[in-house]
């Protein structure tokens, strides 16, 4: 079956950097998009980045310029360099995959992606 699992989160200083991982299994990775969501407290989960199959990239407004998604598709790993984190980028992040080849789709929407991870908890203290 479909797994992803992620890693690398953590509590980290205002103005500091994270990279998460997220490895999947259980699918023909090369051919997903995948993509990078979060849920701060007492809000709903947004997007924040993907990565099309053919490795064309997507971000927020909130995360431009800080945040790089990148794919390995030896490793089967998707990442999520975050720099220059602030307070407000706290939240339990989500790695998510959709089949990508020969469908056009939304990367920022979520209910485009058929598997998530099971999430990685990023705190950024100020």
């Known amino acids: 079956q479909v797994q992803l699992v992620e890693s690398g989160g953590g509590l980290v200083q205002a103005g500091g950097s994270l990279r998460l991982s997220c490895a999947a299994s259980g699918l023909s990775f090369s051919g997903y998009n995948m993509g990078w969501f979060r849920q701060a407290p007492g809000k709903e989960r947004e997007f924040v980045a993907a990565?099309?199959?053919?490795?064309?990239?997507y971000y927020a407004d909130s995360v431009k310029g800080r945040f790089t998604i990148s794919r390995d598709n030896a490793k089967n790993t998707v990442y999520l360099q975050m720099n220059s984190l602030k307070p407000e980028d706290t939240a339990v992040y989500y790695c998510?995959?959709?089949?990508?080849?020969?469908?056009?789709?939304?990367?920022?929407?979520?209910?485009?992606?058929?598997?998530w991870g099971q999430g990685t908890q990023v705190t950024v203290s100020s």
């Open positions: 998510a995959a959709a089949r990508g080849i020969g469908r056009d789709m939304v990367v920022s929407g979520q209910y485009e992606y058929n598997y």
């Open positions: 990565i099309r199959w053919s490795g064309a990239t």
